[in-house]
């Protein structure tokens, strides 16, 4: 479980240090595969979560569920 969970954990902060990187910056496979086809977000919508009222885009992987977590307001009851 150690193992499993070090692993995902590092490959999700990588995930993350690529969201703020433009695309010259990320590795190709990055930008043009994984962005690309969703498994990592990318600047746009990441940068989202960096904008005032900051109330929404906290998932920093892929960003799929944001919409939904942000529309039931997961978040937001966590935070309260």
Known sequence: FLINFSVFEIVSQEFHKWSHMTPSECPWWANDIL????????RA??????????EGNYCLVSGVHNEWLD?????????H
């Open 35 to 42: 962005q690309k086809f969703k498994v990592a977000i990318n």
């Open 45 to 54: 919508p990441h940068a989202k979560h960096h904008m005032a009222p900051y």
């Open 71 to 79: 529309n039931t307001g997961f978040f937001r009851r966590l935070e």
